[in-house]
Structure formats: structure tokens, C-alpha cells
């Protein structure tokens, strides 16, 4: 099974800033990575595929990058609504999500 | 627009059986591979099972292989899932989720219902 680690587990940004969050593979996954975002009491919202695809209707602010075993979603201001848990996963060989990271108001 | 609407979940002894629905609508649901995603309390995600568009393709993870069976009806535009001899480790919220950009029974999930929580204890 492929283990996908986040890092890192919280991060403590203010609004406007610059957000990176990190995605790890235990082996390769190509470029078969997606980004989703959760809020408190709601269902995951798909943002990238792909690696680097954004989904419909997802603003240009989020952008995903890597492939092989690095992936990085990158928000490049933070909006008040961006606040919350961010989870990758992989459709490569089999699927399995990582832990999350919180990203939280600092 | 596209919707996802679970029911079914509840309190359940462990041992017992339950059965979660999903009701799509805003979309062609007989065309696209439809899932379950699971979330334990205060956890993160887990993929539970899979069912290709006519069926013909099933997976389940090894958490719940043997005691759950997921099946669909596309006359209906309905998704479901059979859970059988439940642990206090299924406790969770179920999310419905349609499959995208899928490959070798492998999908990315566009669209989630808002899920139906599943309470195994005794």
C-alpha cells in the first residue's frame, strides 16, 4: 500500500499569506495525486487533479505541483474562507488518502 | 447540479448490520463509478469500496472485505452499502462519492454527499 504523509501536520498562517503544504509518497504515484479541502461539519471539496489540474471551480489562488513522490498545494493568499483541513490522495495503485493538515488562522 | 443525499446510518450494537443509501440526482448516475469514503471521528479519510458504473467492477478495502457489500440500482439512481458484522472501528460519517478521472477501478471523488453517521457500540 502506498502511505502518503502531509506535512506539516498544522500550519499557523494569517490571512493574505502564502500557504505550502506537502505531500510525500512512499513510491511513486506518477502524477495520479489530488488535493482536497475540508471544512468543520462539511464533506471534502476536490481542488487539483492530476497534481495540477484545478477542478471546476476552484480559484486560481490554489495551484498543485510535483510528481513522482513530491507534491505541493500552494495557496498563494490566504482568504479567511481558506482555513481548514487539506488531505491529498492517490489513484495510482489502489487509493488511500494522507493525514491532513490543518491550516489554521494565526 | 449534482446531489448526493446518504441515509440509513444510526446507532447499531457491535455484531449487527446496517444499510446505508444514497440517493444521486443532477447527473447521468447509470455513466459514472460511484464510492464510499469513510471518516472516524476526528480522523482523517479512508476509501471503503467501490462499484463500476454497470457493476461489473467491485473493490473493497481489507478493513471491510467480507463483511460489507456495496451494490447500486441505476433505475433508481441509487448507491448502496450492506454492512454486516460491524465493529466499534466502522464508527464514522459515510460519505457517498462519485468517481472522476477513474482508472483501473482507481477515481478521484468530485462530488461528496454530507454523509450519514454510523455509531457501533453497545
Known amino acids: 500500500e502506498i502511505v502518503l504523509t502531509q506535512s506539516p501536520a498544522t500550519l499557523s498562517l494569517s490571512p493574505g499569506e502564502r500557504a505550502t503544504l506537502s505531500c510525500r509518497a512512499s513510491?511513486?504515484?506518477?502524477?495520479?495525486l489530488a488535493w482536497y479541502q475540508q471544512k468543520p461539519g462539511q464533506a471534502p471539496r476536490l481542488l487539483i487533479y492530476?497534481?495540477?489540474n484545478r477542478a471546476t471551480g476552484i480559484p486560481a489562488r490554489f495551484s498543485g505541483s510535483g510528481s513522482g513522490t513530491d507534491f505541493t498545494l500552494t495557496i498563494s493568499s490566504l482568504e479567511p474562507e481558506d482555513f481548514a483541513v487539506y488531505y491529498c490522495?492517490?489513484?495510482?495503485?489502489?487509493?488511500?488518502f494522507g493525514q491532513g493538515t490543518k491550516l489554521e488562522i494565526k | 447540479e449534482v446531489q448526493l443525499v446518504e441515509s440509513g446510518g444510526g446507532l447499531v450494537k457491535p455484531g449487527g448490520s446496517l444499510r446505508l443509501s444514497c440517493a444521486a440526482s443532477?447527473?447521468?448516475?447509470?455513466?459514472?463509478?460511484m464510492n464510499w469514503v469513510r471518516q472516524a471521528p476526528g480522523k482523517g479519510l479512508e476509501w471503503v469500496s467501490s462499484?463500476?458504473?454497470?457493476?461489473?467492477?467491485?473493490y473493497y478495502a481489507d478493513s471491510v472485505k467480507g463483511r460489507f457489500t456495496i451494490s447500486r440500482d441505476n433505475a433508481k439512481n441509487s448507491l448502496y452499502l450492506q454492512m454486516n458484522s460491524l465493529r466499534a472501528e466502522d464508527t464514522a460519517v459515510y460519505y457517498c462519492?462519485?468517481?472522476?478521472?477513474?482508472?483501473?477501478?482507481?477515481?478521484?471523488?468530485?462530488?461528496w454527499g454530507q454523509g450519514t453517521l454510523v455509531t457501533v457500540s453497545s
Open positions: 462519492a462519485r468517481g472522476f478521472y477513474c482508472s483501473g477501478g482507481s477515481c478521484y471523488y468530485d462530488y
Open positions: 443532477g447527473f447521468t448516475f447509470s455513466s459514472y463509478s
Open positions: 462499484i463500476s458504473s454497470s457493476s461489473s467492477y467491485i
Open positions: 513510491q511513486s504515484v506518477s502524477s495520479y
Open positions: 492530476d497534481a495540477s
Open positions: 490522495q492517490q489513484r495510482s495503485n489502489w487509493r488511500t
